[in-house]
């Protein structure tokens, strides 16, 4: 699975490379929860207007286990491109 996200401050590109798989079990579905309703916003929301509770069956949530990540910016930037591998 790849997954890109550009921020607009940094002017970056952060690519992240990984193995995806579901996180279904119960502590994992809490803890994520926690984490997003008491996280500020504009990162953290509350996730019962979506989801009612962490035990919703359609509350899902993708693990991904990043085997490359890639920092890079604009062509114009004078910043080094970074590059982070798994080890095997």
Request: net charge negative; proline share 11%.
């Amino acid at each position: 699975m790849e997954v890109s996200e550009f921020s607009e401050l940094a002017e970056e590109f952060v690519t992240v490379r990984g193995i995806a798989s579901w996180a279904d079990d119960q502590p994992s579905r809490d803890r994520i929860w926690t984490l997003y309703r008491e996280t500020p916003p504009p990162l953290g929301y509350d996730p019962a207007v979506f989801w009612h509770s962490p035990t919703n069956p359609a509350f899902g949530l993708l693990r991904i286990d990043p085997t490359r990540v890639d920092v890079t910016g604009l062509a114009s930037s004078p910043k080094p491109r970074l590059v982070w591998r798994r080890q095997l």
